[in-house]
């Protein structure tokens, strides 16, 4: 601004003073001036606190009169009383309070699978969960035994699958699980006979990740043909194939309202799909790298993606960016939410971080231990999930176990308060996009 006002006004000797800054007739040039600024910050604080103020500096480069106020046009004048520059002050935003959250610890580990842990779902009714894996076997366990560390824990394994297990979902209106793998199958078992009773072909390739409507009879799935396929569970009949995407589609999601699917795929993009159409409503294209993992908010209408750049927020109607997530430098491939607002990321290094949901606020990070036999190199959490109240997280693993965590019930606010200083740092450094 001041490099402006002097190349267009470098012929002049006096620039003329504002308005609001002119002398009053009958007065001194002193008092003219400081009547003139104090009149300004009357008005401005007349007008319902408004966050702007005109500020008087002399020639010494001293203000003569300045409001506090988060902006403010600074205006520098000459001995002549002409203005020799313009500029402009911004106090940074205002920084949110984040929620206390008790920090997590791990409370058991659980042994069994004979690969890689790739997937997980629970029982609506909290009682058991289903993990698959690279052993290409789906495991029923007990959550209670689990959690408690006792002997017993695994109540059922259930074979079929060729090839590596990559995504899961339990029905909490029949009594159907439902699988994918790398074999291009997509299965339906009844829990009552324990034996598959439907297969869906259609998929070209590896199916990666698969999803229940949750009020109607419909399953998602998609994989590394590019595509997600639409299915009535019922019939085994394809009702929609949602094409768009150029690579892998590896994680979705879906709601009772629009936009019924959402997809995340290797292609950087997430797209928001219309259920009825068939069509995509929105492509969101923030994400730089390849989105590894879609979570959505049991209770609001937004849901986060993550992948090897960062985690990034949306609301879930229209698709419109909220918030990056930044911190977790790592490829992420894991995201969990719970009703209490906690976030937690895993990563492909075997890092965990708890966040705050609403504000982003990172309030906990570790590293999983890997198990005694296991190389070091496989310390990667590929899969995650909150149990139906929230209150137990399950952490698929490299090392070939699942890890179970709670909130320590001896933590408190006074033990493990909010680090501020850290988290404004890290509020002025986030990117915006």
């Avoid at 090392?399 to 308060?417: G, N, R, Y």
Wanted: hydrophobic letters at 40%; charged letters at 20%.
């Amino acid at each position: 601004m001041a490099a402006k006002i002097a190349s267009e006004y470098s012929s002049v000797r006096d620039v003329p003073l504002p308005d609001v800054l002119k002398p009053k007739a009958g007065g001194g040039g002193g008092e003219a001036r400081g009547s003139a600024t104090s009149s300004t910050a009357q008005d401005s604080s007349g007008a319902g606190g408004a966050s702007s103020a005109l500020v008087l500096r002399n020639a010494d480069g001293q203000e003569e009169r300045a409001r506090p106020s988060s902006n403010a046009l600074v205006v520098k004048q000459g001995l002549g009383g002409g203005v020799l520059a313009l500029s402009g002050r911004r106090q940074p935003p205002k920084v949110p309070t984040p929620t206390w959250h008790a920090p997590w610890k791990l409370k058991s580990v659980v042994s069994g699978h004979l690969g890689w842990v790739r997937a997980i779902a629970f029982d609506p009714g909290n009682k058991w969960f289903v993990t698959g894996a690279a052993d290409r076997t789906l495991k029923i366990w007990d959550l209670a035994k689990c959690s408690a560390g006792a002997a017993g824990g695994l109540k059922l394994t259930l074979t079929g699958h060729i090839s590596t297990i990559r995504g899961i979902a339990v029905s909490d209106r029949t009594t159907y699980l439902f699988s994918c793998a790398e074999d291009k199958m997509v299965k339906c078992w009844d829990l009552e006979q324990n034996k598959v009773v439907r297969h869906y072909h259609g998929h070209l390739s590896g199916v990666y990740s698969l999803a229940l409507h949750p009020t109607l009879d419909l399953l998602v799935t998609a994989g590394r043909d590019s595509v997600a396929r639409v299915w009535d569970i019922r019939t085994a009949r394809a009702v929609h194939v949602l094409a768009g995407h150029q690579n892998t589609v590896g994680s979705l999601l879906t709601n009772s309202v629009d936009p019924q699917i959402i997809s995340g795929s290797n292609d950087c993009m997430i797209r928001l799909w219309d259920l009825a159409a068939g069509k995509t409503m929105a492509t969101l294209t923030n994400h730089k790298k390849a989105v590894r993992s879609l979570a959505a908010h049991p209770r609001e209408f937004s849901f986060v993606s993550a992948g090897a750049d960062n985690i990034k927020k949306w609301q879930s109607r229209d698709g419109k960016f909220m918030k990056n997530l930044s911190g977790h430098n790592t490829i992420i491939n894991a995201l969990a939410v719970n009703e209490d607002g906690v976030l937690v990321s895993g990563g492909d290094n075997g890092s965990l971080h708890f966040w705050d949901y609403e504000t982003g606020y990172s309030f906990q990070q570790m590293d999983t231990v890997v198990q005694p036999g296991s190389l070091d190199a496989e310390a990667g959490i590929y899969a995650m999930a909150f149990d139906m109240t929230g209150s137990r997280l399950v952490t698929c693993e490299a090392d070939k176990t699942l890890k179970i965590w709670a909130e320590d019930p001896e933590a408190s606010e006074e033990s493990h308060p909010i680090d501020m200083k850290a988290w404004t740092k890290q509020c002025r450094q986030y990117k915006r996009y």
